[in-house]
């Protein structure tokens, strides 16, 4: 099995790319919805950790907002939390998925995180800033602090660029983006 991993910076339509692939995707971000909305031992963990943001069940996007901006080390209990559920539903998928030719994993903080092998492949995408900040402003009304501090925890994208096997420029047109995915698809199968 050929596992391989979408990287790059945030907005810069990583799950997009990981999609056309079409193999089977680990969706970190969805994998974490899923945690929010559905398990209790995740909500318990956050409410212990964080009182006076975490109210209810399931646990609300805004409240762990407001904890983040509040102060940075609660974005480090948060994701003490929620990594090792996300690792541990990342490995059940790998196990599932284990006769298929190829497996894409989109998960934002692979890189930071240690979590690729050496022999994953790594794809970076690539984005002009204007356009990614356009998709931001668009996204949840997700505010410009909470993006720059988000953007602390990740590796910079020269790094990822630098460390990655192939490069997908994403100008958001779905015919070049695919074209792209397609020869890199047919290299990446060629070289098995």
Known sequence: MIKVAVVGGIGSGKSHVAKLFGYPVFDADKEVKKLYKKNKKCYYKLKKSLPNYITSFPIKKYE???????????????????HPAIRSRMNKFVKKNKTKKIIVLDIPLLLENK??????ILIFVEAKREEINKRLRKRNKMSYKMIKMLKRFQLPVEVKKKKSDFIIKNNFKNNFVKKNVKNILKEILINV
Do not use: C, H, V
Request: glycine fraction near 0%.
């Open 115 to 120: 979590i690729n092998n050496k022999k994953d």
């Open 64 to 82: 762990l907002s407001k904890a983040i901006l509040a102060n940075q080390i609660n974005l480090r209990k948060i994701t003490k939390i929620i």
